[in-house]
């Protein structure tokens, strides 16, 4: 059985993401760079929009977050 993670949750914390993709006034992401390197450690299974905060922690330390987020087995 897959777990699919809701659409409005970040696949990292499962913080609210705040999308806004369908506003009228656009998303917060429109107007940040999201890192491709970020964007590509996304899970397969429940992929959903990051959350800024998740957004600016991997950028200020790649490395930290990767650490911290290690998708696999608990």
Known sequence: MSRQAPANLCPFCNEPN???VGDIEGCWCG???IPMELIELLPEQGKACICFVCVEAYKQDPREFTR???TGPA
């Open 68 to 70: 911290l987020n290690q």
């Open 31 to 33: 107007k940040t760079e």
């Open 18 to 20: 705040r999308c806004g």
